[in-house]
Structures are given as C-alpha cells and as structure tokens.
T-cell receptor, first 113, second 120 residues
Framework: AQSVTQPDIHITVSEGASLELRCNYSYGATPYLFWYVQSPGQGLQLLLKYFSGDTLVQGIKGFEAEFKRSQSSFNLRKPSVHWSDAAEYFCAVGADRDDKIIFGKGTRLHILP | DAGVIQSPRHEVTEMGQEVTLRCKPISGHDYLFWYRQTMMRGLELLIYFNNNVPIDDSGMPEDRFSAKMPNASFSTLKIQPSEPRDSAVYFC??????????????????FGQGTRLTVV
C-alpha cells in the first residue's frame, strides 16, 4: 500500500523568503502525486498534481513541485512567500493498483512579517 | 457547479446519539471518498465508492460507522452510537476516475467544506 511522509509538522518563514516543503512517498510502482492547501476552517484546495511527463510541475499561486523518483520525493516550492500563504499543506499519493488517495499528516506554514 | 456540498457544517451531539453526515458530490463524478481529519492522525481515508458501490471500507474505524451511497448524487456517513473520540472534521470528496483508469486524463479529488463533529 502507498504511504506519504511529511517530515515537518510546522515550518516558519519570513514573508518574501523562499519555501520548500518536503514530501516523501512509499509505493512500489509509479505513483501520482498531489499537493493540497487547507486554510483554517476550509476544505482542501488542489495546488498542483503530477501524473506523468515533465517532473517539474507548476501549480496555482506561484507554487511548483518536482518529482524525483530516485529519492521518492515530491517537494513543494515557492520562490517568495506571501502572508496569505499561511495555511496547512498536504501531500497526497494515488496508486495504479487501487483508487485510493492517501494523504500525509500535513505541514503547517507560518509566515513572519 | 457548486462543488462538493456537505451538511451540516457543524454538529454537536451527546455521546450515544446517532449522527448522520451528508454529502452531495459534483455531478458526473464516479468516485466518492469519506475522510476524517484529527490533529493526531491527520487525514484518514475511511471509505470510498465507485459508481455508488463501496469499494474499500478498510479505513472505517469500527462497526459503529457505516456509509451508504443510494444514488450518484448523495452519500451518508452514519455513526451510531457516537462517542467523544469520534470528534473530528469529516470531509467528503469526489472525482472522475483516477489517472490509471482514464489513459491519461485523470483528475484530482475535489473536497467539500467538511463537517465539524463534536461529541460531548
């Protein structure tokens, strides 16, 4: 079965600084990967997704993520964060052996003014 | 489309009572997922349906939990009897068939706003 690890529970960065959120997955075959964002009291919104092809994917709100098969990683990046990026971010993995989408436990992003 | 619609948004109930959470998926989506979110365990997949049929309920915590999808536009998650440890935010999500079933046109899951359940 597939699984997802987000090693950082909380991350704090200054406004304007760059951001990288880590995600590692475990799955024996080709996964498909997602990053979602959750603002307080809200549902989850998709930031970006990877199914195949170019391993660097662009998403909404200036986010991007890179799929690295050799490292089983799908890290999320943003060159310059804004105060409105403060939220919880979830990495998720789907598998071609079943139809489940499994989520990591999330990383809460705090932005310093 | 209005997106995935969940009701109620908030539910407070006493231990032992029956609780029913409702979900209306996006029209045309074949898949429906129920997740539970807690601080300790994050987002857990409870059960998912394909074309109204439950496919995998291995995440349902115990027999007190049950889920149904009587038609393509409605699903319920029922807890009977409820316990304080069931307090969580419950999310419903829907999607088209995943990537590996569509030959390359797969999509993501779209989430509702969630139901915050408090059992006292």
């Amino acid at each position: 079965a597939q699984s997802v690890t987000q090693p950082d529970i909380h991350i704090t960065v200054s406004e304007g600084a760059s951001l990288e959120l880590r995600c590692n997955y475990s799955y024996g075959a080709t996964p498909y990967l997602f990053w979602y964002v959750q603002s307080p009291g809200q549902g989850l919104q998709l930031l970006l997704k990877y199914f195949s092809g170019d391993t660097l994917v662009q998403g909404i709100k200036g986010f991007e993520a890179e799929f690295k098969r050799s490292q089983s990683s799908f890290n999320l990046r943003k060159p310059s964060v804004h105060w409105s990026d403060a939220a919880e971010y979830f990495c998720a993995v789907g598998a071609d052996r079943d139809d489940k989408i499994i989520f990591g436990k999330g990383t809460r992003l705090h932005i310093l003014p | 489309d209005a997106g995935v619609i969940q009701s109620p948004r908030h539910e407070v109930t006493e231990m032992g009572q029956e609780v029913t959470l409702r979900c209306k998926p996006i029209s045309g989506h074949d898949y429906l997922f129920w997740y539970r979110q807690t601080m300790m365990r994050g987002l857990e997949l409870l059960i998912y349906f394909n074309n109204n049929v439950p496919i995998d309920d291995s995440g349902m915590p115990e027999d007190r939990f049950s889920a149904k999808m009587p038609n393509a536009s409605f699903s319920t998650l029922k807890i009977q009897p409820s316990e304080p440890r069931d307090s969580a935010v419950y999310f419903c999500a829907s999607s088209f068939p995943p990537y590996h079933r569509t030959g390359g046109a797969g999509t993501e899951a779209f989430f509702g706003q969630g139901t915050r359940l408090t059992v006292v």
